[in-house]
């Protein structure tokens, strides 16, 4: 009974298990990604168009639900930089940044997303995560990473302007060069380049000097903390502030009140596809970090009831007044290099959180934004991969454009069309793709069984016997080409009296197909020609002896082409097939 | 030169062989099909909710205009039940029956609906008709049936009532039953049991009575034209319009005035769906029923083209104000059945209509109204195909789905949002079925080089090697679903070194299905396992030969399953195989 309930709540496997050694493991890493996450948090509360409290609150609640139902041991959920941009996009068309309608539709995206995740979860509902194709999801996040940093841009020259598509957010830059703030300019160009140093060279050097790698990487990883640190320091020291610097400013202390959101229904309803593009993105997203980091330890991820746990972190959020969440990359590695054992670090750091949102945020009101997003700008480009371009445009043409669709739509129309336009152009070309198979015209390989494509090998035909092989599935998207191509191939060939469908790639047939096989089987009958088939798979011969198909067939089923070629041989006339050379200028398929 | 424009202009082929035979045949063809689409254009225009006219003008420019692009030999095109069904329903969005902007909107789906089909046929996207599934077809075809026939009653009860789904329709028959003209009834019925008379009992009663078959089919297809003119005799000597039996009234002699329907951009955007799916619907139905007759004279049907020369002849519909036009099954299967040998029996049918609408038309303005409406129900009646239900439903529950949910939104939301809910749902379900492939850890069947699911036969396997063969073409809707399993499978066998992967049933491997690949290949790499692949298909092989996968490939690429086990049995520990039963408790995939 234990066992059943703890599949939808691992906390109770794990936590049966847990010890002293594990304590501290988990501890020790909590510490280091408390540290990594009270910046970030403001950070992506910033990008998000919110005040910075609001991604300390999405920071420590979420982390202890998603710690008693995710089945990663070592995932870390919280804001992360590519959902905080689709919530600011959400919520920019309820309500201007700053208003509490903006807030409101924030933390509305949250539990929508939440239930959405949930519902996918408990109706096993995770395969509609698949239409999202691998290129478009990278394309999309790749598009997100510049948006996101040219968004943060006004940060570091100090001008306040606002947009959503690239241009939207450019040109109003250049319009307002006149205002840039010499002191905000300075210091986020500085610490810009230190970051660049840290991440680029600092552990070449560290190295040199003699630090163990892993040490190394550490310290590299602390990067942005010792720049928020500084930067408080120098902003207190100068009174920066006074100087047009631009700060986060008094952050309440205190946790925030427990309860669900006012419920706008026309509000939700504009929220509905923002936040099944939140959902399905940051599931891909949480899983596939999850399942990197599992494999190395040979831990095992079950993606439905990632769903569940994702769902509940955002519920969770918006109960306490959060903003989306999800598994973040780079938060996650460090608490699997940290150490961490088991979902318990993550409880452990939202208790970190919870100390700092308690005693710690008088100390975070002299942090510049502009080291916020010097720290945003360097996380997220690095998410800019342009490598992928190359590769992809190299090995499917297809591919690429749906991933070129969901980068240009992403960045000059917005993120939400973007990924749309990339879904519905991936399932399009793949549609495009498989309607139009591999359709082969083969022949027997002398003194063997084999049969291959009469246009690339010496084979053995017979005039009156035509075989033809599909290299595909054959469905709603192909059943129509098959209808055609057959019509156009004995149309063209007078003297065939029998037609053989050798099916050894077909791994299913729907509906569809087997309306289109009877069809044809129907209309060769017109034409006085005998429709076989050979080399049926199992469970596609099973499915096919419900229906009376096997009965109408002119002809029969073969277990073998090269029983269906013996057999059909000696019943024509021509009797001995002739051995047709390939001419190489035949085409089919 | 001639023949590459005659790939265009099918006519330049045909016409140059041209002789008095072939003439003799059509214009025999030309006058029956002339007789039969008289009542039937009258009537589909009033299912469209147009005044009669409109069928007689729908029924001249574009026959001829198909008969110069079509490639079909025998192929008659004119208005159709479903089209005129979906013409009534979107116009009916646009404005009130009978008010101007309803018939502009008629004509103007029909010049939209050429344009995309021309636009499809030019760019090559005739593939887009296969996202329509023949369960989705067919169960809309049945519904709209159904609707139609339903639409008709009121016709035949002589009660002025109108709605667009079958609740809509029917639920103002009953409160208006009071309102029934017992004459409109009493004609209504009579042509109802005649015209069923004629299609089950005729033929028997003829063949009895020694009449050929043939013949026999021919007076059966008459029928609705004996109704026809019995019906105007009958109305013209009792004065029926007088007592309140509605009638077709006086049609203007004349043919159409030419010239492009006047453009109201708003209109356009709010027609643009249901002219998609009239496009779709009507080439797909259309082909359909053109290859069914061609491959009977092996005879060859080119879809492009036929995109490019209905797309034509809707856009000449719309010229001479006529509605939407597709290729019409019953009406071409008597052109055929009366020996019609090339697509100038279109064009002889075409001078037909129009010498009819030049002189004939003041003989039709006392048909009655429940005449047409009988031939209506009793067309459309035969579209049903109930047993269609049962048949797909034993074969697959996915496309029984698909087809239900297309059949109920027709008949109880509209007839659009059933196509589109179908075609969403077919989709969905197909990603649903192929992103969770059939995957069988199999062994090498003793004494042979084959290799079997060893939870089906008595197989060898070793404990250090794993062989999973996939029997699904690998894209981005199961990619993940590899990853999750693979996953599953090594974490729960962790004295696995080896993993085969036997690509013998994948036909392709996308982009997302390549990274998930290298993703794999980088897992078990971390988990201390090599990745082999085996039975790569050549085209396959092509592709990631372009890639770095096989490089990064911890392990290597087979030619077959044997020549991979034969080769990791002799480097693992374990060395002679074990001979493995199959126990039939766990089921892999």
């Known amino acids: 009974m234990i066992n059943r309930i703890s599949t939808f709540v691992p906390i109770l496997d794990w936590g049966r298990h847990y010890n002293r050694q594990t304590l501290a493991s988990d501890t020790m890493a909590a510490v280091i990604v408390t540290i990594m996450l009270v910046p970030q948090s403001l950070a992506y509360a910033m990008l998000a168009g919110l005040p910075a409290k609001y991604g300390l609150y999405a920071s420590i609640l979420p982390l202890v639900v998603y710690a008693v139902f995710g089945t990663s041991r070592t995932l870390a959920v919280g804001p992360v930089a590519v959902a905080s941009l689709m919530t600011a996009s959400a919520a920019g068309t309820i309500a201007a940044q700053g208003s509490p309608d903006y807030v409101l539709a924030a933390v509305l995206l949250a539990i929508l997303s939440g239930a959405m995740l949930l519902a996918m979860g408990i109706f096993r509902l995770g395969f509609l995560a698949n239409f999202l194709s691998h290129p478009v999801i990278s394309g999309f996040i790749s598009a997100s990473g510049i948006l996101i940093a040219a968004s943060q841009i006004k940060h570091i ?202 005693f710690f945020t008088p100390y975070l009101a002299a942090l510049p934004q502009a080291t916020l997003a010097a720290t945003i700008i360097v996380a997220v480009l690095s998410l800019v991969d342009v490598k992928v371009l190359r590769r992809i445009w ?28 990339g879904v519905v152009l991936s399932l399009v070309l793949h549609l495009y793709r498989t309607s139009t198979p591999h359709i082969a015209i083969v022949g027997n390989v002398p003194g063997s069984e084999h049969f291959r494509n009469v246009e690339r090998h010496d084979v053995l035909t017979v005039p009156e ?103 059909l041989c000696t019943s024509t006339a021509s009797g001995a097939p002739d051995l047709i050379r390939p001419t190489g200028s035949i085409v089919v398929g």
Do not use: W
């Open 157 to 358: 020259l100090g001008i306040s302007v606002s947009g959503d598509s690239l241009v939207e957010i450019l040109t109003p830059l250049a319009m307002h060069a006149a205002d840039i703030n010499p002191y905000t300019l300075a210091l986020g160009a500085g610490v810009l380049a230190f970051l660049y140093f840290v991440r680029l060279r600092l552990k070449h050097v560290l190295t040199a000097l003699g630090m163990p790698a892993h040490a190394g990487d550490m310290v590299v990883k602390a990067g942005p903390v010792l720049a928020v640190v500084a930067t408080i320091a120098l902003a207190s020291a100068f009174d920066l502030g006074a100087k047009g610097v631009a700060l986060v400013g008094e952050i309440p202390q205190g946790l925030p009140a427990l309860g669900f959101p006012q419920v706008d229904p026309a509000m939700l309803q504009d929220l509905a596809i923002p936040a099944l593009l939140i959902s399905l993105i940051g599931f891909v997203e949480s899983v596939s970090v999850a399942q990197t980091l599992a494999s190395k330890r040979r831990q095992r991820i079950v993606p439905d009831q990632e769903l569940v746990a994702l769902g509940a972190a955002n519920i969770a959020s918006s109960v306490s007044s959060g903003f989306p969440v999800t598994g973040g990359f780079a938060r996650s590695v460090v608490n699997f290099d940290a150490g961490a054992q088991t979902p318990a670090a993550g409880i452990f750091t939202a208790a970190g959180i919870a100390v700092t949102a308690l």
């Open 394 to 421: 190299t090995y499917s043409k297809i591919d690429f454009i749906a991933m070129a669709a969901t980068i240009l739509g992403t960045l000059f129309i917005g993120v939400e069309t973007g990924v749309v336009l």
């Open 465 to 567: 016997i035509l075989t033809v092989r599909v290299d595909e599935s054959l469905y709603f998207a192909n059943s129509r080409f098959l209808e055609d191509r057959i019509a156009a191939l004995v149309a063209a060939r007078p003297e065939v009296r029998h037609l053989v469908l050798m099916c050894s790639a077909v791994n299913a047939i729907d509906a569809s197909a087997l309306e289109s096989l009877e069809e044809i089987n129907h209309r060769l009958k017109d034409a006085g020609i005998m429709l076989h088939l050979s080399e049926v798979k199992g469970p596609v011969m099973d499915r096919l002896r419900k229906t009376d198909l096997l009965e109408q067939l002119t002809g029969k089923v073969f277990l073998s082409q090269y029983d269906a070629f013996r057999a």
